[in-house]
């Protein structure tokens, strides 16, 4: 039994032993007063959140997925241009192609591309509904139109072909009304046990060390492997230590785990590194993160 | 009942048999002709690989908890200047602080800072035995002295209080001779599933990628908690989407999996980007990356 059933019988309960036990008539009447309110609100605590999604790239597939199978969420309709169906098995007529056969729900999500977010927004058919985007680095506000505006932003790197288990996905939610905000609550809450509430300003601060540590850090082991491959040295001999140093960060502070040649002020080790290196954009980035390290670790090249 | 003992009353059954069976006496000849060279040879293939351990540092701590519990090894004397246990419950007597105590072993190990290999090396009190050390950046024949030179280097980030599983770590070995390499292949057997004969030019390859993909990718992720820090987010909210970037590499090769603005080249992204971070540094390091991402990628900034 779900827990409002279980929820709903309780009170049915209590308030038949409130009308026909015992009781003082005035304690009666307060208590079944307020197991009144309790119930005429109950409804706006327990019902499905309804939500039409928007767009059909990795973020878009990749909620749909998730929140198919949340409790409590009801995807009514998924829209995209092409009519591009989210899941194999998805209900053809859940797919619309026509923004203005959108129906009522409670969250619209427009998991589209950063340029598009004002764009579609724009369109949408209806006035003071709550229109969310997903996006790491768009203000909240780039959401067009007079709807009420929210941001619900899963901090993770999507690929098409590779699920990923949403529960420890990140995801930060924004919205100008705190009743709006309480829904994205609920909405997230069943797909992840990290909610976060951030602002557009934080959010743009999360963005730019993502790029560090996501994008830039995928660059990295572009280089050793392109360094690896020019000597025929198999890359994958790096891998565990590729995996070590990422679980090292959740153990300790990065500077704290900082090792090598830059720190340790190794200049033989350094420029026998650097004459390995084939291309002057490799040499660069080794020498500009080398001079970091030795700067914040405070020694001098 | 260990292998070895198995083995040799394998053996003496199949010997026991040959000698009094009905069989053809010439039979008889070549077989146990056969089966004694196998005899005489058996205690090179199953006796225990006696070693020697100088140093006691990081890599030599956790070499030393990963040998000590290895079948087929036996760690005779443990040497460093200062006496210091590498484990809490070592043997006293095994520790030594005098060089030329060394005993007879089939391995040195002399797991030390780059800068000591030739100095310790040198000072050992015995000729044409196997030396080896433990890093990945110096060359082979930095071993001084008149003895047989080897690498057996562990490529991991190790820090003292932080335990490893030895099992998934890639033991790089070299050595001058082949029946040297076959003992350090029979040295890292027992202790990791990935041992590679890597020379040391292609030691160095994989160094300065390790470099790359370990020491920069940390100091991205400290770049990525300083401007957190700066504008109080938790960092903590990055720590997934590095584990996913991290795993991503073990299924899709990194110039595949490259994302962000960089990429898409999304200039305003960029921009907003720039504004953010508070130090030229971290300004220079992600305007480099992102030029070398779109030069790697096709795309001019």
Same mark, same amino acid.
């Given at each position: 039994?779900?827990?409002?059933? /279980?929820?709903?019988?309780?009170?049915?309960?209590?308030?038949?032993?409130?009308?026909?036990? *015992?009781?003082? +008539?005035?304690?009666?009447?307060?208590?079944? !007063?307020?197991?009144?309110?309790?119930?005429?609100?109950?409804?706006?605590?327990?019902?499905?959140?309804? /939500?039409?999604?928007?767009?059909?790239?990795?973020?878009?597939?990749?909620? &749909?997925?998730?929140?198919?199978?949340?409790?409590?969420?009801?995807?009514?309709?998924?829209?995209?241009?092409? !009519?591009?169906?989210?899941?194999?098995?998805?209900?053809?007529?859940?797919?619309?192609?026509?923004?203005?056969?959108?129906?009522?729900?409670?969250? &619209?999500?427009? $998991?589209?591309?950063?340029? $598009?977010?004002?764009?579609?927004?724009?369109?949408?058919?209806?006035?003071?509904?709550?229109?969310?985007?997903?996006? !790491?680095?768009?203000?909240?506000?780039?959401?067009?139109?007079? *709807?009420?505006?929210?941001? +619900?932003?899963?901090?993770?790197?999507?690929?098409?072909?590779?699920?990923?288990?949403?529960?420890?996905?990140?995801?930060?939610?924004?919205?100008?009304?705190?009743?709006?905000?309480?829904?994205?609550?609920?909405?997230?809450?069943?797909?992840?046990?990290?909610?976060?509430?951030?602002?557009?300003?934080?959010?743009?601060?999360?963005?730019?060390?993502?790029?560090?540590?996501?994008?830039?850090? *995928?660059?990295?082991?572009?280089?050793?492997?392109?360094?690896?491959?020019? &000597?025929? /040295?198999? +890359?994958?001999?790096?891998?565990?230590?590729?995996?070590?140093?990422?679980?090292?960060?959740?153990?300790?502070?990065?500077?704290?785990?900082?090792?090598?040649?830059?720190?340790? *002020?190794?200049?033989?080790?350094? $420029?026998?590194?650097?004459?390995?290196?084939?291309?002057?954009?490799?040499?660069?980035?080794?020498?500009?993160?080398?001079?970091?390290?030795?700067?914040?670790?405070?020694?001098?090249?």
């Amino acid at each position: 039994m779900c827990s409002r059933s /279980v929820c709903v019988l309780e009170l049915n309960r209590i308030l038949r032993f409130n009308i026909i036990g *015992n009781t003082h +008539f005035s304690t009666i009447h307060v208590v079944n !007063g307020f197991l009144f309110l309790i119930l005429r609100l109950l409804p706006y605590f327990c019902r499905m959140i309804e /939500v039409c999604l928007l767009g059909a790239g990795n973020v878009a597939t990749h909620l &749909y997925h998730a929140l198919n199978g949340a409790e409590d969420v009801n995807i009514i309709q998924c829209y995209n241009r092409k !009519g591009i169906p989210l899941h194999p098995d998805q209900d053809a007529t859940q797919i619309i192609t026509d923004i203005a056969a959108l129906k009522d729900a409670d969250v &619209y999500i427009v $998991a589209v591309s950063d340029d $598009a977010i004002a764009q579609i927004s724009d369109k949408l058919p209806f006035q003071n509904r709550l229109v969310v985007h997903t996006s !790491g680095s768009v203000p909240m506000d780039a959401i067009a139109g007079d *709807n009420r505006k929210g941001v +619900f932003y899963p901090l993770q790197t999507f690929s098409k072909d590779k699920s990923v288990d949403f529960g420890t996905i990140p995801i930060c939610i924004e919205a100008e009304e705190t009743q709006d905000l309480n829904t994205l609550k609920k909405l997230a809450s069943p797909l992840s046990d990290k909610v976060y509430e951030i602002t557009s300003a934080q959010r743009n601060v999360l963005h730019v060390s993502a790029v560090f540590v996501n994008n830039f850090t *995928n660059h990295l082991y572009t280089i050793g492997t392109d360094i690896c491959e020019a &000597y025929d /040295v198999p +890359f994958e001999i790096l891998h565990p230590l590729i995996q070590e140093t990422a679980k090292k960060i959740l153990e300790i502070p990065a500077t704290e785990a900082q090792t090598g040649p830059a720190i340790r *002020n190794d200049q033989q080790t350094i $420029a026998r590194h650097l004459k390995i290196m084939n291309t002057d954009s490799q040499k660069e980035i080794y020498t500009i993160l080398t001079k970091a390290i030795q700067s914040k670790h405070g020694k001098k090249l």
